[in-house]
């Protein structure tokens, strides 16, 4: 089954303890991006990747590091998660041509 | 910058009626518009994509329409169930140099059918 896999679903964290939420695609998509998704605000993009080892800034990028080392995987970094950090995030990755996006089922975050 | 709205936040329907969403954007100059429905707790599904040279796109009992010149797309659906019950998001892709992987989202339309 094509499909976007996300881990943890859910993640408690204190604040200033580095954590990485994983991300991973079965369908061979180039293009794949992080989302974080806040009440009254919709979906803001963190940071995306068009391939491998091309990553770029999304419009809410602080406080947020990623990586593409393989097509597949494209996982999100908090180096010193903060309170405003916590928010529901989302992986998606991109068909071609037509650009259709297929999403992961979020991982809510908590920083305390 | 691209702007996306999505007005009502919030609507509730009687089983059976049709449904209607819009969606706005400030810029014309879009690539695509996609329509996205997420259930509480899960991630978004895409339900039709519309391409900037197209005017609408239908899925059953879906209908999207797309107005580029006045920033404007409506989601239709027809014979609401109540398991229609969802939130409603619309995104686009602006068609910029520096938008190449970037897409602007609405904050979504919360609908409640009701049996």
């Known amino acids: 089954e094509a499909q976007v896999t996300q881990n943890p679903r859910y993640l408690i964290t204190v604040t200033g303890k580095k954590l990485t939420v994983t991300c991973s695609q079965n369908?061979?998509?180039?293009?794949m991006s992080w989302y974080r998704q806040d009440p009254g605000l919709g979906l803001r993009q963190i940071y995306y990747?068009?391939?491998?080892?091309?990553?770029d800034k999304g419009d809410v990028p602080e406080g947020y590091k990623v990586s593409r080392k393989e097509k597949r995987n494209f996982p999100l970094i908090l180096e010193s998660p903060s309170p405003n950090q916590t928010s529901l995030y989302f992986c998606?990755?991109?068909?071609?041509?037509?650009?259709?996006?297929?999403f992961g089922s979020g991982t809510q975050l908590s920083a305390l | 910058k691209q702007e996306v709205t999505q007005i009502p936040a919030a609507l509730s329907v009687p089983e059976g009626e049709n449904l209607v969403l819009n969606c706005s954007f400030t810029?014309?100059?879009?690539?695509?518009l996609q329509w996205f429905r997420q259930d509480p707790g899960k991630g978004l599904t895409s339900l039709l994509l519309?391409?900037?040279?197209?005017r609408e796109q239908t899925s059953g009992r879906l209908n999207a329409s797309l107005d580029k010149s006045s920033g404007r797309s409506t989601l239709y659906i027809a014979a609401s169930q109540p398991g229609d019950s969802a939130t409603y998001l619309c995104?686009?892709?602006?068609?910029?140099?520096?938008?190449?992987?970037?897409?602007?989202f609405g904050a979504g339309t919360q609908v409640v059918v009701t049996p």
């Open positions: 998606a990755s991109r068909e071609t041509p037509n650009e259709k996006l297929f």
């Open positions: 369908m061979n998509h180039e293009y």
């Open positions: 990747s068009m391939n491998v080892e091309v990553t």
């Open positions: 810029d014309s100059a879009i690539y695509n």
């Open positions: 519309i391409q900037s040279s197209q």
């Open positions: 995104a686009v892709r602006p068609r910029t140099t520096d938008s190449w992987g970037k897409f602007q």
